[in-house]
T-cell receptor, first 115, second 111 residues
Framework: NAGVTQTPKFRVLKTGQSMTLLCAQD?????MYWYRQDPGMGLRLIHYSVGEGTTAKGEVPDGYNVSRLKKQNFLLGLESAAPSQTSVYFCASSYFRDRGPTEAFFGQGTRLTVV | EDQVTQSPEALRLQEGESSSLNCSYT??????LFWYRQDPGKGPEFLFTLYSAGEEKEKERLKATLTKKESFLHITAPKPEDSATYLC????????????FGSGTRLSIRP
């Protein structure tokens, strides 16, 4: 199994440009997440989805949009990139049980630089 | 406010020198605590889930424990390949938005 696959792995954008990050999982997980990781700040949740066709905001959603048209895919869009969005982005997926989300499986990350 | 704090930020050990990493938390209702390992340039990799105080889990040289206020990741006789950043995450409710990550402990094992 491939697990969680993110594309692209690296990208450099100019301020104001737009882009879409793609995440695909082959584990039939209900939950999918987008996180950003910045030095000294840990992983912060941007948006998440509890199932096909549903999305919700996380801790730091401003400047990002998401879509989950298919259960296996979760897209993260930046409409007008800003230098503050320079970060490493991780997609993750998990099951949901009675206690809540189970452990997450992460992709390899996308290193985005906005100049 | 729900909070997760990991200490120390960085730890350097000699091969074979056992130690512990700490994850302290203040949340209104703990549903679960997760430990992950992250290698440079890669995504976090799941290690353990703990659900209630007193619970312990082991995997090779690692052992995770949980109390009502903190969790420890004990590493026994570490090897250089155990060098990584170890992340702790707390699930403070049933919603996915209630998963809070600590900033991690960067562990380095010298041969």
């Amino acid at each position: 199994n491939a697990g969680v696959t993110q594309t692209p792995k690296f990208r450099v954008l100019k301020t104001g440009q737009s882009m879409t990050l793609l995440c695909a999982q082959d584990m039939n997980h209900e939950y999918m997440y987008w996180y950003r990781q910045d030095p000294g700040m840990g992983l912060r949740l941007i948006h998440y989805s509890v199932g096909e066709g549903t999305t919700a905001k996380g801790e730091v959603p401003d400047g990002y949009n998401v879509s989950r048209l298919k259960k296996q895919n979760f897209l993260l869009g930046l409409e007008s990139a800003a230098p503050s969005q320079t970060s490493v982005y991780f997609c993750a997926s998990s099951y949901f049980r009675d206690r809540g989300p189970t452990e997450a499986f992460f992709g390899q990350g996308t290193r985005l630089t906005v100049v | 406010e729900d909070q997760v704090t990991q200490s120390p930020e960085a730890l350097r050990l000699q091969e074979g020198e056992s130690s512990s990493l700490n994850c302290s938390y203040t949340v209104s209702g703990l549903r679960g605590l997760f430990w992950y390992r992250q290698d440079p340039g890669k995504g976090p990799e799941f290690l353990f889930t703990l659900y209630s105080a007193g619970e312990e889990k082991e995997k090779e040289r690692l052992k995770a424990t949980l109390t009502k206020k903190e969790s420890f990741l004990h590493i026994t006789a570490p090897k250089p390949e155990d060098s990584a950043t170890y992340l702790c995450a707390v699930q403070a409710g049933s919603s996915a938005s209630k998963i809070i990550f600590g900033s991690g402990t960067r562990l380095s094992i010298r041969p």
